[in-house]
C-alpha cells in the first residue's frame, strides 16, 4: 500500500474520532512544519522557577507597541509561478511592518485526493519561499516563527530578525468543519505566541460556501465550532491561554464566504454604484457580528472597497455579468474574504484589496497597531 494512503486511513478516524469526542486536534508535528520549530527556543522573559533559592518576581510592566500586517488570500487552487510578484499584495514598496501574518484559502485544489492524502506540501514550501523572498528584498531580514497548512488552509506568522529573542510558546491549533463535519477542505488553522508578556492568537479560517439561507447558518455553525474546539496546549506549569477567546489579542481572517442578503441583479446593480451602505446593511457577517449570532464581540474595520468575490479568470469582471455567457452557478458579488479582530490593545490602521488576478478571489489586507506588555526590572525574594 503506498505511504500517501497509509497515512490517510490513519487520519481518517483520527479526525471523526475527534470530532466526535470533541476533542482539539493539535500536536507537536503539527508546529514543526515550517520552519523546524526546535529552532525557535523558548525564551521566557519573566522567570518562574526560583534560580538557586532566590526567585524573581516582576515589578512592573509598560507597553510597547508594534505595527502588524494582516492579509487573507483565497488562491483557487493556482500554484504560484516562480515570478509570482508579492509586493503589493505585502505592501513592502511603502511600508515595513514588525510583524507579517499571511492567510490563504485553496493553496491546493479541494479534491478528494487532496481532502484525503497526505499532503507532500510542495505548494506550502513554495509559498513561504515566495513571501520570503519578497519581504527580505526591500525590508531586511525577517524569519518565519510558525507556519501551517491543514489541506488548503495555510497561516505564516513572520518577524524582523531583531524581535526574534522575545517571540516564546508558538504553538498550533487545527478544527476541520469540511466532509463530515470533520475533515480539513473547511475549517481553520490557529497560530499562538507570546511576545514580550503578550498571548496573539492568529486564525485563518475557509468557512462554508453557498448562497442558500442553510449555507449561511452552516457558516455560522463553523465559526462556532471553530470558536470553541481551537485549544492550544498550556504547557507545565506555564498557566498560558488555550481557548482561542482566552488570549489577549486575537485576529481572524479567511474566506469567511458571508454573502450580501439581496436579489442578485439588486446586488450587481448597487456594486456598479458602489453603494457600500445598502450593500453593507445586508452583509451577513455585519448582521451576524450586530445581531451576536456568532460573532459576538469581534470587530470588523470600515469596509470601503469593491466585493471580492467572484470573478473571470484573469480579468476584473465578475461572474455572471456576461448575460450571453452560461455559467454553472450563480455567483453574486460579495464581500467573502474578511479580517476581524477581539481583544483590546488592537487599533486597526488599514483596511484594503489588493488587485491580483491571480484567483477569483481578491486579496484583502488589514494593518494594526499593537500594544504588548513587557516586564521592567525585577524584585528578588
Known sequence: MPESHFKAEIMWPILVA???????????????????????????????????????????????????????????????????????FLDTKN????????????????????????????????????????????????????????????????????????IHHPSVSCVGCGVLGCLGNKGSVSVRFSLHETSLCIVC?????????????????????????????SGPSLHLPTKMNDHERVIMLGDLNYRISLPEEETRALVLQEDWSILLEKDQLKMEMMEGGAFEGWREGEINFLPTYKYYPNSDEYYGSHRAQKCLKKRAPAWCDRIIWHGRGLRQT????????????????????????????????
Open 350 to 381: 488599514g483596511y484594503d484589496r489588493c488587485e491580483s488576478k491571480h484567483s477569483d478571489h481578491r486579496p484583502v489586507r488589514a494593518t494594526f497597531t499593537v500594544e504588548f506588555e513587557v516586564l521592567n526590572g525585577f524584585d528578588v525574594i
Open 95 to 166: 511600508n515595513c511592518y514588525d510583524i507579517y501574518v499571511t492567510g490563504f484559502q485553496e493553496v491546493v485544489p479541494l479534491s478528494a485526493k487532496s481532502v484525503l492524502g497526505w499532503e507532500k506540501k510542495k505548494m506550502f514550501a513554495k509559498w513561504n519561499l515566495i513571501i520570503r523572498r519578497t519581504l527580505n528584498k526591500r525590508l531586511g531580514s525577517f524569519r518565519c516563527i510558525v507556519s501551517k497548512q491543514m489541506v488548503g488552509i495555510m497561516v505564516s506568522v513572520w518577524v524582523r530578525d531583531d524581535i526574534l529573542p522575545f
Open 18 to 88: 475527534n470530532k466526535v469526542l470533541r476533542r482539539p486536534f493539535f500536536s507537536n508535528s503539527f508546529v514543526a512544519d515550517f520552519p523546524a520549530i526546535a529552532d525557535l527556543h523558548d525564551r521566557r522573559s519573566c522567570p518562574e522557577e526560583p534560580i538557586g533559592s532566590k526567585l524573581l518576581l516582576p515589578v512592573e510592566t509598560e507597553s510597547v507597541k508594534y505595527r502588524l500586517f494582516a492579509s487573507t488570500w483565497n488562491v483557487g487552487g493556482i500554484p504560484p509561478d516562480d515570478e509570482l510578484n508579492l509586493e503589493e
Open 205 to 233: 479560517c475557509h468557512l462554508a460556501s453557498g448562497a442558500r439561507e442553510e449555507d449561511e447558518m452552516l457558516r455560522n455553525s463553523n465559526a462556532l465550532e471553530i470558536i470553541s474546539r481551537t485549544i492550544f496546549p
